[in-house]
Nanobody, 119 residues
Framework: VQLQASGGGLVQAGGSLKLACAAS????????AAWFRQAPGKDREFVAH????????YYASSVKGRFTISRDNGKDMMYLQMNTLKPEDTAVYYC?????????????WGQGTQVTVSS
């Protein structure tokens, strides 16, 4: 399966964006999946995780209460609703699937989408 993230853009602080991750086929439905991000000059960091059935969403403390992860297995899609965005949320966001170590390692990665939050 291949993943493609989209929906990034430029937004002012306090604004919202919704990212989407499209899977190329239905095998995605059987995988836990996640969002990660990487800011310039920083390591890639975990953002949010969701189980194959949409259960047990888990968030990094830096985004908890502001971001919501979800998925629609009927459409082979995953989403990240980002509210109350902050300049420190600026990063390239990646979707991933098939966890080998939940919240840390995933086998399948998509290309990223740039999110830029202006102050």
């Amino acid at each position: 399966v291949q993943l493609q993230a989209s929906g990034g853009g430029l937004v002012q602080a306090g604004g919202s964006l919704k990212l989407a991750c499209a899977a190329s086929d239905g095998t995605f439905r059987g995988y836990a999946a996640a969002w990660f991000r990487q800011a310039p000059g920083k390591d890639r960091e975990f953002v949010a995780h969701i189980n194959w059935d949409g259960g047990m969403p888990y968030y990094a403390s830096s985004v908890k209460g502001r971001f919501t992860i979800s998925r629609d297995n009927g459409k082979d899609m995953m989403y990240l609703q980002m509210n109350t965005l902050k300049p420190e949320d600026t990063a390239v966001y990646y979707c991933a699937a098939d966890a080998t170590k939940r919240y840390v390692q995933y086998k399948i990665w998509g290309q990223g989408t740039q999110v830029t939050v202006s102050s």
